[in-house]
């Protein structure tokens, strides 16, 4: 058998730990529409509908 000497030095296990935090940050912005398809469910709300327009000024004098 023969013996393997390796190590992580601190620059290869900054760089691990930044991979994986960035995943883990990464995730619920991959998955939003779901994550808030979900809250909403459980809030008890609907599909979020645009307000209406609002209707145009008919006279545009000073008064």
Do not use: E, K, W
């Not at 960035?22 to 998955?31: E, H, N, Q, R, T």
Request: proline share 14%; aromatic share 4%.
């Amino acid at each position: 058998m023969d013996l393997v000497f390796a190590y992580l030095d601190p620059g290869s296990g900054s760089i691990i730990i930044q991979a994986v935090i960035a995943g883990i940050v990464a995730l619920p912005i991959l998955f939003r529409n779901r994550i808030s398809a979900v809250v909403r469910t459980l809030r008890g709300g609907r599909a979020a509908t645009p307000p209406p327009p609002s209707a145009p000024p008919t006279d545009d004098r000073p008064r």
